[in-house]
């Protein structure tokens, strides 16, 4: 059964650092990851999705990487911003049109 | 790109009462539309899996007689919500996805207040 793992659970971080949010998923036999990111009270908005072919992909300020081997993703934020502030969740779908395993995702605060 | 319609975004009932959720998919067929749940600070939680034209798939513990899913149509999936208590109010959220190897794409939630 596949489990998506995120660290850390919680980041505060000021305003313009560059920081790193960690996925790691047990069952390295997936097709793509797909990072997302929720604001309070709000449904979840698609940041990047990795094909499995794949090792990174890029949209502005944001940077994915995939390390199917290992089972690993991370999301690189450059140069943070207030806006940022929010929950970010990493996926993984299982075969076929199963629905996606997230992981519990990390809460990121950027301060002014 | 793929867009799934959610609505309402609100809604506020009284105990007993039933509510309906619509999920629409704007631009494309989703033959399978994904139900979830999220609860404060936690995680989403998969209800039920829809099936355009058959009977849905629930999770375990999760009651296929209170939680109603019809997905009648290629664009059109619902959720009733029947007798709801306040213990049902939640995030309630669709997913579907455009294509094979396509990501998946996510309705805007149904935040439901059962008082």
């Known amino acids: 059964k596949q489990e998506v793992t995120q660290i850390p659970a919680a980041l505060s971080v000021p305003e313009g650092e560059n920081l790193v949010l960690n996925c790691s998923f047990t069952?390295?036999?997936?097709?793509?990851l797909q990072w997302f990111r929720q604001d309070p009270g709000k449904g979840l908005t698609s940041l990047l999705l990795?094909?499995?072919?794949?090792r990174e992909q890029t949209s502005g300020r944001l940077n994915a990487s995939l390390d199917k081997s290992s089972g690993r993703s991370t999301l690189y934020i450059a140069a943070s911003q207030p806006g940022d502030s929010a929950t970010y969740l990493c996926?993984?779908?299982?075969?076929?049109?199963?629905?996606?395993?997230f992981g519990k995702g990390t809460r990121l605060s950027v301060i002014a | 790109g793929a867009v799934v319609s959610q609505h309402p975004s609100r809604v506020i009932c009284k105990s007993g009462t039933s509510v309906k959720i619509e999920c629409r998919s704007l631009?494309?067929?989703?033959?399978?539309m994904f139900w979830y749940r999220q609860f404060p600070k936690q995680s989403l939680m998969l209800m039920a899996t829809?099936?355009?034209?058959?009977?849905?798939?629930?999770e375990q513990g999760v009651e296929k007689d209170k939680f109603l899913i019809n997905h009648a149509s290629l664009t059109l999936s619902t959720l009733t919500v029947t007798s709801a208590h306040p213990e049902d109010s939640s995030f309630y959220i669709c997913?579907?996805?455009?294509?094979?190897?396509?990501?998946?794409?996510f309705g805007s939630g149904t935040r439901l207040t059962v008082v």
């Open positions: 997913s579907a996805r455009f294509r094979d190897n396509y990501g998946y794409t």
């Open positions: 069952d390295s036999a997936i097709y793509n």
């Open positions: 990795i094909q499995s072919s794949q």
């Open positions: 996926a993984v779908p299982g075969s076929g049109n199963t629905p996606l395993v």
């Open positions: 631009d494309f067929q989703a033959t399978t």
């Open positions: 829809s099936n355009e034209g058959s009977k849905a798939t629930y």
